[in-house]
C-alpha cells in the first residue's frame, strides 16, 4: 500500500508541478455473497467492499480543465468541465466524466482538477472496478469542493453517471458496496427502499476466496440489458414487480408465463429468499445451509437465468470438490469475472492449488486465486 501510495504521488508531481499536494481517496471494489442479478428488481443482495481499491490523488485547479491520467493505462486525458463528453478511445475517462456531468446537473459548482489514478481491482473481474472509480472520483470531489451531497446522493449519482453517461444499465448494488461497507461486516441491502442492515460478517474458520476465470467478459452488457427488459415482460404478465411475488405464489401462477419470462422469474423470485436464508444462516453461523445456498445460486444462474459460462461452471465444479469447501458459485454480472468460493481457512492452501492446476487445463486459461478481505467504503487516505 505504501509502495504504491508513493508511486502515484511521484506520478502526480511529475505531471502537475503546479499541482500542490494532492488529497488521496479509496474507492474499494466489492464481493457479494448472495443476491445476484436481483438488485434492479428491488430484490436483497449481500456484498461488501474488499481490499482491492482505486487510489486516486486529486487537486483543485485555477481554471475549468479537467487533466486525468491513469497509471494502469499509461494514458492522459484531458477536458474542461463545460464539454464533457463521452470519450469512445479511452473509456475509462467516462467514469470520471459522468461523476462531474452529473454533479454540474444538479447545479453544483466545480473546480478543474487534476487527478492521477491506479488500482489493484481486476479488471473484468466482476468486482465492479468501474464503481470504485465513480464512487472515487464523487468522493474526491466532494471533498475538494466542499459541497453537501449525503453518501446516499452520491451512490445514486455515481449510478446515474454508469446507467446515463457510460450507457450501462447497472443496479445500484456496486456503488452503494463502494461507497457504505463498513468493515467486518456485510450489506443486506434491499434495493427497492434503500434501507440496509450490517450483518457482522463472521465467518468463523472460513474464508472467502476469489478465483478469476480470465474470461473477457464480452456478451455482460448485451445480455445484461436483454435481462432487465425480460424481468419487466416476467413482471408484466404477473400483473405486479417480482420483488412482491413469494415462490409459493410464483408456483400458482408461472402458467401464465413464457419460458424465457418464467425461467428468469424464477430466478429472481428464488434468490431473493436465498438471500434472506443466507442473512439468518450467517447470524446463526450455519455455515453449511450458507454453502448450499450457494451452490444453488449457481445453479440458478446457469440454469434459468443463463449468464454463467463454461469457464465459470469449470471453477466452480472443480471447488466443489475440494477438500474444506462449504459453496461455490459465479458472482456478479457474469459470462466471465470470478467465482466465490468459501472454504475452511485449513484448506486454503489446497483449494488455490488444485484450481491452479486443474483450471489452465481444462479452461485453457490461467488464473488467480486469492483470499478476499472485507474492508470498509470509501475513504481519505490523507
Ligand atoms: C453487475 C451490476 C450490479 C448487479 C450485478 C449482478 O455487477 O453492476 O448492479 O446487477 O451485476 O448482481
Not at 64 to 90: P, Q, T
Amino acid at each position: 500500500m505504501q509502495e504504491r501510495i508513493a508511486i502515484l504521488k511521484k506520478k502526480f508531481k511529475e505531471l502537475y508541478p503546479e499541482g500542490g499536494s494532492p488529497l488521496l481517496v479509496a474507492g474499494p471494489g466489492r464481493i457479494n455473497i448472495i443476491g445476484e442479478h436481483v438488485d434492479y428488481a428491488g430484490g436483497l443482495v449481500l456484498p461488501s467492499a474488499v481490499d482491492r481499491e482505486i487510489l486516486l490523488a486529486a487537486s483543485n485547479r485555477k481554471d475549468n480543465k479537467i487533466k486525468i491520467f491513469s497509471l494502469d493505462y499509461n494514458e492522459s486525458f484531458e477536458s474542461s468541465l463545460d464539454r464533457l463528453k463521452f470519450c469512445g478511445k479511452k473509456r475509462w475517462a467516462n467514469y470520471l466524466q459522468g461523476v462531474f456531468y452529473f454533479l454540474q446537473e444538479k447545479g453544483l459548482k466545480l473546480n478543474g482538477v487534476n487527478i492521477a489514478f491506479s488500482g489493484n481491482i481486476p479488471q473484468g473481474g466482476g468486482l465492479s472496478s468501474s464503481a470504485a472509480l465513480e464512487v472515487g472520483t464523487c468522493y474526491a470531489a466532494r471533498l475538494l469542493n466542499g459541497f453537501i451531497l449525503s453518501d446516499l446522493e452520491l451512490v445514486k449519482l455515481c449510478q446515474k453517471a454508469e446507467n446515463n453517461f457510460v450507457g450501462v444499465m447497472c443496479g445500484i448494488m456496486d456503488q452503494f458496496a463502494s461507497a457504505l461497507s463498513k468493515k467486518g461486516n456485510l450489506l443486506l441491502l434491499d434495493c427497492r427502499d434503500l434501507e440496509y442492515q450490517l450483518i457482522p460478517a463472521d465467518f468463523s474458520g472460513i474464508a472467502i476466496v476469489l478465483a478469476d476465470t480470465k474470461k473477457e467478459r464480452t456478451l455482460a452488457g448485451s445480455e445484461y440489458n436483454l435481462r432487465r427488459e425480460q424481468l419487466a415482460k416476467a413482471a408484466g404478465l404477473l400483473g405486479k414487480p417480482l420483488r412482491d411475488v413469494s415462490s409459493k405464489e410464483f408456483e400458482a401462477l408461472k402458467g401464465k408465463l413464457d419460458e424465457v419470462s418464467r425461467k428468469r422469474a424464477k430466478h429472481v423470485i428464488y434468490e431473493i429468499e436465498r438471500t434472506k436464508n443466507a442473512a439468518e444462516a450467517l447470524i446463526k453461523k450455519d455455515m453449511p445451509e450458507l454453502g448450499r445456498l450457494l451452490y444453488e445460486t449457481h445453479e440458478s444462474l446457469r440454469t434459468d437465468y443463463e449468464v454463467s459460462c463454461r469457464e465459470l461452471d469449470i471453477m466452480v465444479e472443480i471447488a466443489s470438490r475440494s477438500k474444506g469447501v462449504i459453496g461455490s458459485r459465479m458472482m456478479g454480472g457474469g459470462f466471465g469475472g470470478c467465482t466465490l468460493t468459501l472454504v475452511r481457512k485449513e484448506n486454503v492452501e489446497e483449494l488455490q492449488e488444485k484450481i491452479m492446476k486443474e483450471y489452465p487445463k481444462r479452461a485453457g486459461k490461467k488464473t488467480e486465486v486469492w483470499v478476499c478481505n472485507l474492508a470498509g467504503g470509501a475513504r481519505t487516505v490523507y
